[in-house]
């Protein structure tokens, strides 16, 4: 057996092992960069939805009382800032996306106020449901933002 053979095709395991680890940590730290960007293009988009879509109910500060609507209809828009004090300090992903989704269901009360947006960016997508569902999720990342502390 030759020893520095043996040396040799250690240290370019070694050498090799370490490049595949550097180039694994720089790639999860761009994975993490990308979802980062991701994100925040996501909610970049979702306040634009809001602004366009929800604001003329909601506010602009998304509390539910300064909307123009407020003088129009009889009740009160809910306050979207806090969805997650109100589901023991998690945010509702699920129901704020099967909400914008399908609209509200409020037996007993007569139809919901709130447009089902779900099928208004399904006719403004021309059917597209990747695009519905884009919208959607920028919408309900966004509204995650928005949550008090």
């Known amino acids: 057996m030759d020893c520095g053979n043996v040396f040799a095709k250690l240290r370019s395991v070694t050498i090799v092992s370490t490049v595949l680890l550097v180039a ?58 806090i969805l997650a004090q109100r589901h023991d300090g998690t945010f509702p992903a699920d129901y704020v996306t099967n909400v914008l989704h399908c609209g509200v269901k409020m037996t007993g009360h007569g139809s919901a106020e709130m447009p089902v947006w779900g099928s208004i960016f399904k006719a403004s997508a021309m059917g597209d449901d990747v695009q519905v569902n884009r919208r959607i999720a920028a919408l309900t990342a966004y509204l995650k933002s928005l949550q008090a502390k």
């Open 24 to 81: 694994t940590i720089g790639h999860a730290g761009q994975i993490d960069s990308h979802k980062d960007h991701a994100s925040k293009s996501a909610r970049a988009e979702g306040a634009a939805l809001y602004k366009r879509h929800c604001a003329v109910c909601h506010g602009d500060d998304a509390k539910g009382g300064s909307a123009p609507r407020s003088a129009i209809f009889t009740e009160r828009a809910p306050n979207l800032t």
